[in-house]
């Protein structure tokens, strides 16, 4: 009986102790978050797209440890590290994710135009419009809602682009015409006037173009009618200068 003792003991150990793995799990809370959203280069946002979701079909969310050294440019078909992702609702800004308690995380979010599923998302490589970051958080146990600010940035250098001119000149003068169009996805209305430097002897038409993030992406046209061969056309950046900053 005293020989048995000591075997009784160790089972009782381990037992009390029990496996030293699921010591270590990690424990997890399902929690709804609210998404704030500022604009990466400083500027408030406008009141006419003050959550920066306008012309956004879809906005994945990925859940990471705040260790991991990643650039969300290089693309979320390269973010293959995780510890959950979700869509967004774009009507709530409020996403579902399972958060590990007690870790200090972080968020990349990928922002397209188009509406997709992650299914969508994972069977073809797509570009998003932006992207968005943001700063650590830690949920603890009694955590069940949090807001989160995203510091959004476009996927490009923001700025326009003008088509070569298409003109018609004889002797009495001429006509033309020539695009143009934004590189980026605008977070705000973006308006551009357009003149000439002697309006004498040209005429321009429209003399102002806008954009908004819901067309930003269409190609406009300007025409101009002139009478002598020599001018020049302005375009204000003043006015449009929240948007190329």
Request: glycine share 6%.
């Amino acid at each position: 009986m005293l020989r048995l003792i000591p075997k009784i003991l160790a089972l009782l150990i381990l037992i009390s102790c029990g496996n030293p793995e699921d010591m270590n799990l990690k424990k997890y809370r399902k929690v709804s978050m609210k998404m704030g959203y500022s604009d990466a280069s400083s500027r408030s946002s406008s009141r006419d797209n003050e959550n920066l979701l306008s012309g956004i079909g879809t906005e994945v969310i990925y859940l990471v440890p705040d260790s991991m050294t990643f650039n969300v440019k290089d693309g979320y078909q390269n973010l293959v590290a995780f510890e959950d992702r979700a869509l967004t609702d774009i009507e709530t800004n409020r996403v579902i994710l399972n958060l590990p308690l007690d870790t200090t995380l972080k968020i990349y979010a990928y922002r397209f135009e188009d509406t997709f599923s992650l299914v969508d998302i994972d069977s073809s490589e797509r570009t998003p419009l932006s992207f968005g970051t943001s700063g650590s958080f830690i949920i603890t146990s009694s955590t069940s809602s949090i807001t989160v600010s995203l510091s959004i940035t476009p996927n490009g250098e923001p700025g326009i682009q003008i088509g070569e001119p298409n003109i018609s000149i004889n002797n009495l003068g001429g006509s033309g015409t020539f695009t143009i169009k934004l590189n980026t996805h605008p977070k705000h209305l973006v308006t551009i006037p357009i003149s000439v430097d002697n309006p004498s002897i040209a005429a321009i038409s429209p003399d102002s173009l806008s954009f908004t993030p819901t067309n930003w992406s269409d190609t406009k046209t300007v025409t101009f009618l002139e009478n002598q061969c020599h001018y020049q056309i302005y375009f204000f950046r003043s006015n449009y200068r929240s948007y190329i900053k």
